[in-house]
């Protein structure tokens, strides 16, 4: 008797036999019983180099200077702006989505029922030569059927795509948990990244902002996440009083550079003889600085809405009205984008849930891919429309198998069903992309695949696979520890930087090895030299 199939939309719940019933929060997220209604994550001052604010009431010269003093940044901390996902339930990354080979890199291909244990059916394994089922648009090879990389060249325009490339760590982590400590807000903020509003923020209210954990050494109290989850919300993280509603902005900048004048005259007459006055006075002045500042930049409430935004949504936008308004996930990501790729934030989580997608079917995994997909692109597009870099990292708790049945619906494609949780195939990846080049890995100057040098096509991959599809866990420190895997991953945001001699001071302890080991592990050449404005 055939199965009846039921196609469930993308947000539908998963109801799975194999596993209890949902009871925490993190459960409830990987299996889409609650959505990711929206996160927000930071990036850098990119896009402010890029497009400077004409429109704003510049700050008269002695706030400015006043501004460098009290430490008020402006346009964040001038870091590569870096947004992660978190496909939370144990997502398929290698494979039917990108490609992860043995030693020798991507192309090192492993058995046939290594990728059948990866969703790839006998028919649809990556072949060399033929360039069969390989896809290297991206730089980084994907398998030319998935549904992820679908997504992705859905929202990057093809004009904006050989100024990408990626990089693959194959890497176990636990499945079906959040306690996995995948999370690497807080250690990119130690490696330099800042906002002018805020430090760090993410669409969960936890301590890293998403659903995985962050590292337990990396956790910094001070700077923990702020949780924005839609438009609105981005509006309200500005508010310059009703001032702005009387007067226009201009005006209302005068005025209250006027009250930081008459308050500093006070100041410069008022002795307390006490020991920290200094320190006091200063503190007040800053005071009325941050207040003439914030409206100088965000008096304007369009200036930091993602609906405003013509290149976000819009008749030429990334998301089209019609999707932007019944789709939550993207809302989120728009709300994400807008704040990272300005420079609005340090860096941030984009959570996403029900990737706890083993449903007795194939479709249902690959339409959530598929939108995961579109999420990601959007914010390449977006740092390309705005001409600054950008850094993705895409990660999952654990992953999934398949024991070989075919799903022969029009959205299975003759795929392989995911059967059950499997942390053996689990790995992460890095997108990056560069407004001058495509980033170059190192070992070589080639930027084709199939161009590359072996130790280029080495550095792209970091670790290796099994032929039987499981992560080789000696191949990288990453390879079977997730505290290590941040730290991989945090060392590849500072060389992008040309800052990875700093790796060792930032993070003292680590379990990278020494200067040698850590740049078998890093995977691109400089983009820029410390911050973006100064690219390579």
Known sequence: MTRKITTRHPDAPLYLNNHRRPMTRRELIAQGFRTGAATIVGGSIFSLFANPRAAEAALSSDLLAMRDICGIASQGAGKIP??????????????????????GGQLDFISTAGYRKQGLPGNMPPAVGTGNFINSELGLAFHSDSQMLAGILEKLRVDNRPNVNGAVIPARSENDTGNNPHNPMYAINRAGADGSLVTLIGSRNSDSGGNSMSPAAHLNPEVRPTKVDNPGDVRGLVDVGDLVSLLNQQDTVSVMESIYRISNAR?????????????????????????????????????????????????????????????????KTASVMKLVVNGYAGAGTVTMGGYDYHTGDRFTGEARDLRAGRCIGACLEYAARKGVPIMIYVFSDGSVFSNGMVD????????????????????????????????????????????????????????????????????????????????????NYLALHGEQNRFGELFPGNGLGNSTMQDRLTAFQPICNSVISQPV
């Open 82 to 103: 870096f947004i992660c996902f978190d496909l939370a339930g144990g997502a398929n990354m290698a494979g039917s989505n990108v490609l992860v080979g043995q030693a």
């Open 408 to 491: 022969d619906s029009a959205g299975g494609r003759g795929k392989l069903v995911w059967t059950g949780d499997d942390q053996q195939t689990a790995a992460s990846f890095i997108l990056v992309y560069n407004p001058g080049h495509r980033p170059v890995l190192i070992g070589g100057s080639a930027t084709e695949l199939a161009e590359l040098s072996d130790e280029q096509r080495r550095h792209q991959q970091i670790g290796h696979m099994r032929p039987s599809g499981d992560v080789e866990t000696a191949s990288s420190p990453a390879a079977n520890n997730v505290n290590l895997l941040v730290e991989t991953l945090v060392l």
């Open 267 to 331: 100041l410069n007459r008022l002795s307390t003889g006490t020991s920290n006055e200094a320190v006091l006075k200063e503190l007040v002045r800053c005071g009325y600085v941050k207040s003439a500042d914030l409206a100088d930049r965000f008096g304007d409430p369009s200036a930091i809405d993602p609906v405003a935004d013509a290149d976000i949504v819009g008749t030429n936008g990334i998301f089209s009205f019609a999707e932007f308004d019944r789709d939550g996930e993207f809302r």
